[in-house]
């Protein structure tokens, strides 16, 4: 008899369990996992698709004018998806927007850390109620923080900031 009085409470433990696992908190420290999307503010919400943590070949080939990353350094790609949910329309300039830090503390941003010409580079994006754009924005990084870059909306207060992974968070 105490199995079955048992068991509705084991299976409410491992779904709670579960959710709290699997509920980023948007942090520095607990980013929201690629795949996930996140209200950035403004009726904007991203989602990070795919990453190119090592994405010179990508750089050199899409343009081969741009320069080689410095020593220590790599070009980093990440593909993202913003949807508008706002009223009317709105603009998203990711290039100016989106940053991306690791653990050397070190804020990058597009137009200081331009890897050069990329390929589907999403810059500006302009979308009404419902829709979506999808590109890449990239960054010249220092290769240790390519293991656990995070991006966020500098546009947002510091508080409020929501921070995505741009790792796999196992």
Do not use: H
């Amino acid at each position: 008899m105490a199995v079955k009085t048992e068991l509705p409470i084991v299976l409410f433990c491992l779904l709670m369990l579960s959710q709290a696992c699997s509920a980023a908190s948007g942090t520095r420290e607990d980013p929201i996992p690629i795949g996930t999307a996140a209200d950035i503010g403004g009726g904007w919400s991203i989602k990070v698709l795919e990453v190119y943590s090592n994405a010179n070949d990508m750089v050199a080939q899409e343009n081969p004018f741009n320069s080689p990353p410095k020593d220590g350094q790599q070009f980093f790609l990440a593909r993202i998806e913003l949807k508008y949910t706002g009223p009317d329309s709105s603009e998203f300039a990711a290039g100016y927007r989106l940053r991306t830090v690791g653990p050397s503390s070190v804020v990058y941003s597009t137009y200081r850390n331009s890897p050069g010409v990329i390929p589907d580079e999403l810059d500006k994006a302009e979308a009404f109620t419902g829709g979506s754009v999808i590109g890449n924005i990239g960054w010249a990084i220092n290769s240790s923080d390519a293991d656990e870059l995070v991006m966020y909306n500098s546009y947002e207060s510091k508080g409020d900031r929501k921070f995505m992974a741009l790792y796999k968070i196992i």
